[in-house]
């Protein structure tokens, strides 16, 4: 069974750059996480997709980053424009299902960095 | 909100020992899951072990264990007989039943001393 795919996997942009990540997620999974992770801190969820719906996006910084998962499958996160703090690595995962019951699986991350 | 925390920024462990990696948490909930997750240097996050908070049986999976005290709100993993592949970040994580976010704590850089 392939893994969660994410691209590509190092990014390098300046300031006020702008930046997309693509994550394709287990095959049949409906549930889709993107999270970003700060040098030394745990993952942060940003955004929480079930099929092409949004879930959750309480914590998606929404001036800057946006997100979608057109026809419920791949997805892409954009960030626009970029900002020193959004140096980070970022993680997708996906899940059969919403619920916690359900196994995350996480792919291998996009390490940006914003010079 | 709620809050992980894992006191253990590093921790290390001799080849063939047992080690025990700390995590507690704060919330209001009654229903909710742990976790703890293993991340290697090359960054794909996979999950070791898992707690539903409902049941009072300690999970297992092979040589990881826990001990969740659910009125201490506390949730350690214990690794025995460690082996070189267990060198990792640890991350401890909760989700509660009815909400969609998942809580990671700041983790814990295990190295085995061979």
């Known amino acids: 069974e392939a893994g969660v795919a994410q691209s590509p996997r190092y990014k390098i ?3 006020r750059q702008s930046v997309a990540f693509w994550c394709n997620p287990i095959s049949g999974h409906a549930t889709l996480y993107w999270y970003q992770q700060i040098l030394g801190q745990g993952p942060k969820l940003l955004i929480q997709f079930q099929n ?7 914590q998606l910084p929404k001036d800057r980053f946006s997100a979608e998962r057109l026809k419920g499958v791949d997805s892409t ?19 059969f299902a919403p619920s916690a019951y359900y196994e995350q699986y996480f792919g291998p991350g996009t390490r940006l960095t914003v010079t | 909100a709620q ?7 590093e921790m290390s462990v001799q080849e063939a020992e047992t080690v025990t990696l700390s995590c507690t948490y704060d919330t209001s909930e009654s229903d909710y899951y742990l976790f703890w997750y293993k991340q290697p ?3 794909q996050m996979i ?14 999976e092979n040589r ?3 001990n969740f005290q659910k009125a201490a ?27 969609n976010q998942f809580y990671f704590g700041t983790g814990t850089s295990l190295t085995v001393i061979p």
Request: charged letters at 20%; hydrophobic letters at 35%; aromatic letters at 8%.
């Open chain 1, 52 to 58: 092409n719906g949004v879930v959750d996006d309480s």
């Open chain 2, 41 to 43: 240097p090359s960054r």
């Open chain 1, 77 to 95: 996160l954009k960030i626009q424009p970029a900002k020193l703090e959004d140096s980070a690595v970022y993680l997708c995962a996906s899940s």
């Open chain 2, 47 to 60: 999950l070791v072990i898992r707690q539903e908070a409902y049941k009072q049986q300690n999970a297992t």
């Open chain 2, 3 to 9: 809050t992980v925390t894992q006191s253990q920024p």
């Open chain 2, 64 to 66: 990881f264990s826990v």
């Open chain 2, 73 to 99: 709100k506390s949730f350690s993993l214990k690794i025995s007989d460690s082996q070189l592949g267990d060198a990792a970040m640890y991350f401890c994580a909760y989700r509660g039943n009815t909400g």
């Open chain 1, 13 to 15: 942009i300046e300031k």
